[in-house]
């Protein structure tokens, strides 16, 4: 089972630089999220999705971009990287019934100098 | 107001302690809450979760769970260094959109 995969593991970029982080689930959820990790600031949500072709911003958005073509991707888009992007970043999927958890993948760690 | 209020750490106990990690929330519309465990440079994992209030068990860990006064706790029993992590609580929104809600994290080391 490989559940929530995210690529790539590790990044460094250039200010100014882009680049689109993957994530892939074959566990056939319909909800998937992103979040950044900074240290002692917990989870943060990015962007969202409730299913293919809709997504929706959740509390830190700036600075990226999501899709949802099909069910199993969900790539998230930095464009223009800042310093202030510089975080670990989860992308998770869970199925629609409420009371279940999410599932993580294991993180891209991006430093942007 | 922070919908999850967790008790940032770290916390130092010694091997065989008892642990207690605490979170609050502000909203009592939320029933479904998690505990996830996240070892270092790795993905959260889920440890307990448990639906509305009272305990559940699982081997040396207990989530509990009071509404009345909003209070998320997890407990570990027998403390190891293998678990050595950062605890995460959460909730979910389940309003309509059904989005993740997660305290701070909490250190936890345990020394052998």
């Known amino acids: 089972n490989a559940g929530v995969t995210q690529t790539p593991k590790f990044r460094i970029l250039k200010i100014g630089q882009s680049m689109t982080l993957q994530c892939t689930q074959d566990?056939?959820?319909?909800?998937m999220y992103w979040y950044r990790q900074d240290p002692g600031m917990g989870l943060k949500l990015i962007y969202y999705?409730?299913?293919?072709?809709?997504?929706d911003k959740g509390e830190v958005p700036n600075g990226y971009n999501v899709s949802r073509s099909t069910t199993e991707d969900f790539p998230l888009r930095l464009e223009l990287a800042a310093p202030s992007q510089t975080s670990v970043y989860f992308c998770?999927?869970?199925?629609?019934?409420?009371?279940?958890?999410?599932?993580f993948g294991q993180g891209t760690r991006l430093t942007v100098v | 107001q922070k919908e999850v209020e967790q008790d940032p750490g770290p916390l130092s106990v010694p091997e065989g302690a008892i642990v207690s990690l605490n979170c609050t929330y502000s909203?009592?519309?939320?029933?479904?809450f998690m505990w996830y465990r996240q070892y270092s440079r790795k993905g959260p994992e889920l440890l307990m979760y448990?639906?509305?209030?009272g305990n559940k068990e699982d081997g040396r860990f207990t989530a509990q769970v009071d509404k009345s006064s909003k209070y998320i706790s997890l407990f570990i029993r027998d403390s190891q260094p293998s678990d050595s992590a950062t605890y995460l609580c959460?909730?979910?929104?389940?309003?309509?959109?059904?989005?993740?809600?997660f305290g701070t994290g909490t250190r936890l080391k345990v020394l052998a």
């Open positions: 998770a999927s869970s199925p629609p019934d409420r009371n279940t958890e999410a599932f």
């Open positions: 959460a909730t979910r929104d389940t309003s309509g959109t059904y989005k993740y809600i």
């Open positions: 999705s409730v299913g293919a072709g809709i997504t």
């Open positions: 448990t639906y509305s209030s």
């Open positions: 909203n009592s519309a939320f029933q479904y």
């Open positions: 566990m056939n959820h319909n909800y």
